[in-house]
């Protein structure tokens, strides 16, 4: 990301909130290249590590966007990468599919970030090893995944599966819901069906009114 700003000729409003010049030309020239040097770093983001790091300050500069991404990716002390790596020996599936992808691809692009290198397939065991504790999905990732004939397999292989088993679950649990309502609904025209809709009266003869039917 650091050469592509270099190549444009925007690194320096990473570094720095104002020209060396105040100039009115200087200063539009400045904003103009701040501007296209937060949208070029943008492109150059996950989805999800834009959500942790735009805000409303860092949308605007480039010096503050870039001071975050430092911060974040670019220390390679052992503090920062140890800490990093518990955080990924720390996780634990607890049975949301949808929150374990999204904290399994952040942590990952974290470890990409500082430089951790391990081999792909350990990792993507290592993600199935937490998955397959849930006994309801351990015979569709085993089946499909541990058990093919793909010997390499990768981290995204695996969060791509667990991905399609949570379309696939949200789906039967959509269908199962609109054939509840479906039989609720039938159940309640039925009912209603079986009411008599009328109101008897009784036409009594004259000085033989019948108290019973009255």
């Not at 959500?51 to 500069?61: A, F, P, Q």
């Not at 020996?89 to 290198?117: H, M, P, Q, R, V």
Request: aromatic letters at 6%.
């Amino acid at each position: 990301m650091d050469v592509k700003l270099s190549v444009r000729g925007l690194n320096e409003v990473c570094y720095s909130d104002l020209p060396p010049r105040t100039d009115p030309s200087s200063l539009s020239v400045w904003n103009q290249a701040n501007i296209e040097a937060v949208q070029l770093i943008l492109t150059c983001l996950h989805q999800e590590i834009i959500i942790s790091i735009v805000d409303g300050l860092t949308v605007k500069s480039a010096k503050e966007l870039w001071s975050k991404i430092t911060i974040r990716f670019a220390s390679q002390t052992v503090t920062n990468r140890g800490s990093t790596w518990v955080r990924w020996e720390c996780l634990k599936f607890t049975g949301n599919i949808e929150e374990y992808i999204k904290e399994c691809s952040s942590i990952l692009f974290d470890i990409a970030g500082i430089g951790i290198c391990l081999p792909p397939d350990i990792i993507a065991y290592s993600i199935l090893g937490n998955v397959c504790r849930d006994s309801s999905l351990y015979h569709h990732v085993i089946d499909s995944m541990v058990l093919s004939m793909n010997a390499n397999i990768n981290p995204q292989q695996v969060l791509n599966k667990l991905s399609e088993l949570l379309r696939h679950k949200n789906a039967k649990r959509d269908s199962q819901k609109t054939t509840i309502k479906e039989e609720n609904d039938s159940s309640a025209l039925l009912t209603t069906s079986n009411k008599f809709p009328y109101k008897l009266t009784y036409i009594c003869e004259e000085g033989k009114q019948n108290i019973k039917n009255c």
